[in-house]
């Protein structure tokens, strides 16, 4: 039976670049997750009897989302829903299913790298059928519908076992439990060249990677270890975990600080990585050397072509405003295009499907390629392994023989976490009304030659977008 269910708008479900992401506690008040799940659907056109994929990074209150949303897909018309197993589906993963079974869209349930837990962060956001985040124009569609909602679709059918690969119906929809890592194993297969990674692994070559109890752990397991026959012990911390071990997700030198000090250790293994809780962030570190991601970006593409998946060249670079201009460096040699865009992986989109980009990345460890409409944070490692296989080289060597050809940009992020919002605002503000008077003054004797607020047109589709950060 569907039924129709009053509700009551919430004044607080704008979506980001990435979603709506809140609290747990915000989400678990009275209908929020059904409000902004029908405002998704709302926001849409023609996806009776259509697909969609649902899937999330195993946090906390993702099972129970889960649910819902296929109550209310079902309720919505949606004629079949492709869910991963267990509720996992890494982020880059659920752009390829999307893709590749040429679905309406998905559902994403992930705050990425925040933490997990009944008190920590969740989010919900949508894919739109080029595996890509919805473009603003869509997710300014969604909060207006959000303001005016006054009820929500849902089925009335028992729990899905979405811990059983298969097919069931409910309520006349076609429920599909699908192994949330085979298609994006085979599409990593496809990319790069198996038989050299596991000649790397079988000559002695020593790796760790760290999945920080996230949703990559499946993936890098079952790629690693059982298809290149890395020695069992390289993935650490593989099962996703609610809380992710009470740790938190994010691969950067302060949350893997254990794998940061393994890899500068006396024993290092020769390459170590990370990855994020939804699997769309990567950390690269060598033997003795971190790569920073600004680096490691122009790195890959200007190797890129040692892969099979790239062995044609790339059509261009883009990279977000705030990352360094590394990766300029390097599309310059290559003599081909490079993008500055804002920070959010959508606006490269519209880069990716009109072919004028094949490598994308931002400062905040997020790398990817043409292959899906995400970044993707085992495909990055994966693409590092097959460089070290084909140059037969260390990753310092690598490191530091680019430096040494394409010059070195230095470069640094910091992370200001749990800042309350009005005093950040008012901060950014603060500099903001200063852009006009900066030009020209030194800061301990550096002159700072420009200083604008980032204004961002779309070579696509011609669409501005403003006040996308201070540089």
């Avoid at 752009?95 to 920590?120: C, D, M, Q, W």
């Avoid at 971190?290 to 670079?317: C, E, H, Q, W």
Wanted: charged residues 25%; glycine residues 12%.
């Amino acid at each position: 039976m569907i039924r129709t269910v009053p509700t009551k708008p919430y004044s607080d479900q704008r979506p980001g670049t990435s979603g709506l992401r809140k609290k747990v506690p915000v989400f678990q008040q009275e209908h929020y997750a059904e409000n902004f799940i029908q405002s998704i659907f709302d926001a849409l056109d023609g996806f009776k009897g259509k697909t969609l994929v649902i899937g999330g990074d195993g946090r906390f209150y993702n099972r129970e989302v889960i649910q819902k949303a296929i109550a209310m897909a079902a309720a919505n018309g949606f004629g079949k829903v492709m869910v991963g197993q267990g509720g996992i589906l890494s982020t880059p993963a659920a752009s390829h299913v999307i893709r590749k079974y040429k679905t309406f869209g998905g559902i994403i349930l992930s705050a990425s790298h925040n933490p997990g837990g009944p008190h920590e962060d969740f989010g919900i956001k949508y894919n739109a059928g080029n595996g890509g985040p919805a473009p603003e124009k869509l997710t300014d569609a969604m909060f207006e519908k959000t303001k005016t909602i006054s009820s929500f679709k849902i089925a009335d059918i028992d729990p899905i076992d979405i811990d059983t690969t298969g097919t069931v119906k409910a309520a006349g929809m076609t429920v599909e439990i699908i192994d949330p890592v085979a298609d994006y194993a085979e599409l990593m297969e496809s990319l790069f060249d198996f038989d050299a990674l596991r000649k790397l692994f079988k000559s002695g070559f020593r790796m760790r990677f760290d999945a920080m109890h996230a949703v990559t752990g499946p993936y890098a397991k079952e790629i690693l270890e059982n298809r290149l026959g890395a020695p069992n012990g390289t993935c650490r911390n593989f099962k996703p975990l609610p809380d992710f071990g009470g740790h938190h997700p994010d691969p950067n030198l302060v949350h893997a600080k254990h794998l940061y000090d393994e890899m500068m250790g006396p024993d290092a293994p020769d390459f170590g990585a990370a990855s994020d809780g939804d699997g769309d962030r990567n950390l690269i570190i060598g033997k003795g050397i971190f790569v920073t991601p600004s680096d490691s970006v122009a790195m890959l593409a200007a190797n890129a072509r040692l892969a099979p998946g790239y062995k044609g060249g790339l059509k261009g670079i883009a990279r977000s405003m705030p990352t360094s201009g590394a990766a300029d460096r390097v599309a310059e040699k290559l003599g081909i295009a490079l993008y500055e865009t804002p920070t959010g992986w959508k606006f490269f989109g519209n880069l990716l499907d009109a072919d004028m980009a094949t490598i994308c990345g931002e400062e905040s460890a997020g790398t990817g390629s043409n292959h899906v409409r995400e970044k993707d944070g085992l495909w990055a490692v994966l693409l590092w392994l097959n460089i070290l296989a084909a140059r037969g080289e260390s990753c310092k060597q690598i490191v530091t023989e680019h430096w040494a050809t394409y010059g070195r940009n230095y470069y640094s992020r910091h992370d200001y976490e749990e800042v309350e919002s009005d005093r950040a605002n008012a901060l950014v503000d603060e500099l903001r009304a200063k852009l006009g008077a900066l030009p020209g003054t030194s800061v301990r004797g550096m002159k700072i030659a420009s200083a604008d607020d980032f204004a961002y047109r779309d070579p696509v589709d011609g669409s501005i977008s403003e006040h996308q950060g201070i540089r």
